[in-house]
C-alpha cells in the first residue's frame, strides 16, 4: 500500500490505515527528520526479523533504533540518565539526533548489542511521531540506504517506492527525503560524546 501524507500537516485517517497495517506485523516505510526508515513494531519479533533480513544483517549488529513520540515515553525504555544528559536530550530532541542510552527491560533482546545499549529518536517530523503516537509504542528502525556508489541514501520518494514495495507492506510518501544521517550522541557514560556528526549540530 501507498500512502501519500502531507508531511505538515498528516492525514489522520491515513495514519491510522498505516497504523493497523503495522499491529498486524507489516513493514512500513516512512520519512523522518533525515533519511527514510524502515521500520515495524518494537513488539513484533517476527516483524524485527523481517526488517533485518531486507538489511542483510543479524538483528544484533542490524543499527536498528528506536522511534519515540517524546520524552516521557522515550523513558520506558532506556535507563535513568543523569542531569547534564537529560538537559542534553531536552535541547535536541525532537530533532535529527540519535542518542546511545542503556536499554531498560523493555527494549526486546533479539537487537540488544553486546553491550545492552540501544539508539533512541524523537525525530522533527510530524509523520514519524504521529505513527507512533497512533500505534501506542514506539517503532524500530533502520534507514533506507542507496546501493549508489555515490549516494549513500535515496531521497526520491518515488525511488524508494520502486525499490522496497515488494519487501514494505505500507509506504508512506512524505515529500523528498534527507541524504545526510543523525548526528549520533553515546550517552552510556557520565558526559555525551559525539561519535558521529551528522545534520544535527554539535552547539553544545
Request: with cysteine; net charge negative; charged share 25%.
Amino acid at each position: 500500500m501507498k500512502l501519500e501524507i502531507h508531511p505538515l500537516n498528516p492525514d489522520t485517517r491515513k495514519i491510522q490505515m498505516a497504523v493497523e497495517i503495522i499491529r498486524k506485523g507489516g513493514l512500513v516505510i516512512f520519512p523522518t527528520d533525515t533519511i527514510y526508515a524502515l521500520g515495524c513494531d518494537i513488539n513484533n519479533k517476527g516483524a524485527i526479523e523481517s526488517t533485518c533480513r531486507i538489511l542483510g544483517k543479524k538483528p544484533e549488529k542490524a543499527n536498528l533504533s528506536i522511534i519515540c513520540h517524546d520524552l516521557s515515553s522515550l523513558s520506558e525504555y532506556t535507563s535513568p540518565v543523569n542531569s547534564v544528559i537529560f538537559k542534553l536530550m531536552r535541547h535536541c530532541l525532537p530533532g535529527p539526533y540519535t542518542f546511545i542510552l542503556n536499554a531498560s527491560r523493555k527494549v526486546p533482546k533479539l537487537f540488544q548489542n553486546n553491550k545492552k545499549t540501544v539508539g533512541i529518536r524523537i525525530p522533527d517530523n510530524n509523520i514519524a511521531r504521529e505513527l507512533v503516537m497512533a500505534l501506542g509504542n514506539p517503532l524500530v528502525s533502520a534507514s533506507v540506504h542507496s546501493e549508489d556508489e555515490i549516494q549513500d541514501y535515496l531521497t526520491d520518494p518515488e525511488e524508494i517506492y520502486e525499490k522496497y514495495f515488494k519487501l514494505a507492506d505500507v509506504f508512506i510518501d512524505g515529500g523528498t527525503g534527507g541524504n545526510e544521517p543523525s548526528t549520533i550522541i553515546d550517552c552510556t557514560s557520565d558526559f555525551p560524546e559525539v561519535i558521529r556528526e551528522g545534520k544535527g549540530e554539535v552547539d553544545f
